[in-house]
């Protein structure tokens, strides 16, 4: 069968197609839901941060779906590069652009306003952090089961 240039055949672009399209209505409505609840005077978080979280919950429960089912990726045509080895390249390039923006916004006396003390910075960073592992413990799941089928 031909392969495509994320090396996906037709059954995982199909499942990557229908899993893309459940996430999306499944944000649509949650944030409908915000709104509708919030037209009802109940507000769970403040303005910023409940659109991120539910933004950081429908991507994270994507991607899950995605490598569970084996349409995250292809099977690669060459190996130049280890997975750790990319993670590591991404995780330091996420690191120093981090650090750069941090400095440009100091550097520029940018300074925060408005700032309320909700918990909202905290309840992004736990969420983040919750996501990336479970991302991770379900990659390493699954390179765990490839790599027991393989042998």
Known sequence: ???NKSNLDEMQLQLRNKIGNQSFLMLMYLLLLDVGLYGF?????SYPINVVLILSVITGSYVIRLIMNNAYVGTPTSRRHSPAIKTLITLITAVAISVFTITLIRGRGIAVTGATNDGGGSLLFITSVVGLVIAGIVGIIKYRQNKDEEE
């Not at 005077?41 to 978080?45: E, K």
């Open 1 to 3: 069968m031909k392969m």
């Open 41 to 45: 005077g109940f507000q769970w978080a």
